[in-house]
Antibody
């Protein structure tokens, strides 16, 4: 079945970077853009951007420009999202979500906690 | 940037009744609106895309409508498992860009 499996929870100090992985299975990885969405505690959903796994091209929300890097490894059908310069405001659950007509397939989420 | 405003923030409805959730866009665009359901501790689940097309496996009691700047999600005959937070989302055709509404919490009356 179509599935996205994300890496485990992370705890980071302010100023550090975090890299979250998202392994796809059950479909052709390069056939669909991959989005990243985050959700701060008790808050709504915030789209961060996407990567085209076929070309490696990316689109980032302006808010995250300069701090976020989305990459992929097609040999293992895995997408990555790296966020640098972490602050407490980056404490959130980070989701990968396959693009299509809406976001029909989501990873289970990765909790990133930023605390000194 | 298109802003999506959902109303109400919280909706209290009794099981078996109908719920109507609204989403207003700050500017008119094509009917690329999706609706998601999210339960505590879970990832969002796609319900509706293209404003009115149910996603795979979504029960017929969920329906979406609207165009321009006004969009609606209707849930007829609420079941216990329908009480959750609902988000609308607009998306451009290509390359995709997304904006989520702030969410409507549907709670038991």
């Amino acid at each position: 079945q179509v599935q996205l499996v994300q890496s485990g929870a992370e705890m980071k100090k302010p100023g550090a970077s975090v890299k979250v992985s998202c392994k796809a299975s059950g479909y052709t990885f390069i056939g669909y853009y991959m989005n990243w969405v985050r959700q701060a505690p008790g808050q709504g959903l915030e789209w961060m951007g996407w990567i085209n796994p076929n070309s490696g091209g990316t689109k980032y929300v302006q808010k995250f420009q300069g701090r976020v890097t989305m990459t992929r490894d097609t040999s293992i059908s895995t997408a990555y999202m790296e966020l640098s310069g972490l602050t407490s405001d980056d404490t959130a659950v980070y989701y990968c979500a396959r693009d299509g007509d809406g976001m029909a397939v989501w990873g289970q989420g990765t909790t990133v906690t930023v605390s000194s | 940037e298109i802003v999506m405003t959902q109303s109400p923030a919280t909706l209290s409805v009794s099981p078996g009744e109908r719920a109507t959730l609204s989403c207003r866009a700050s500017q008119s665009f094509l009917t690329n609106v999706a609706w998601y359901q999210q339960k505590p501790g879970q990832a969002p689940r796609l319900l509706i895309y293209g404003a009115s097309t149910r996603a795979t496996g979504i029960p017929a009691r969920f329906s979406g409508s609207g165009s321009g700047t006004e969009f609606t999600l209707n849930i007829s005959s609420l079941q216990s498992e329908d009480f959750a937070v609902y988000y609308c989302q607009q998306y451009n055709n290509w390359p995709p860009e997304y904006t989520f509404g702030q969410g409507t919490k549907l709670e038991v009356k």
